[in-house]
């Protein structure tokens, strides 16, 4: 019986569909870690003076 190298094989169509949800991941990640960034930098060291 011959063994399969690969198990499953995407098509074209599955190829760019994943690869476009993957930059969509990316991208809405990257977006993510802009904001809190920015949250920070507004917020300042003031955040970690308040009284407890």
Not at 2 to 24: D, F, P
């Amino acid at each position: 019986m011959q063994q399969r190298e690969n198990g499953i094989v995407l098509t074209e169509e599955q190829k760019r569909r994943r690869r476009a949800r993957s930059l969509a991941i990316a991208l809405a990640l990257a977006i993510l870690v802009v904001l809190f960034y920015v949250v920070t930098l507004i917020k300042g060291p003031g955040l970690l003076n308040r009284p407890l």
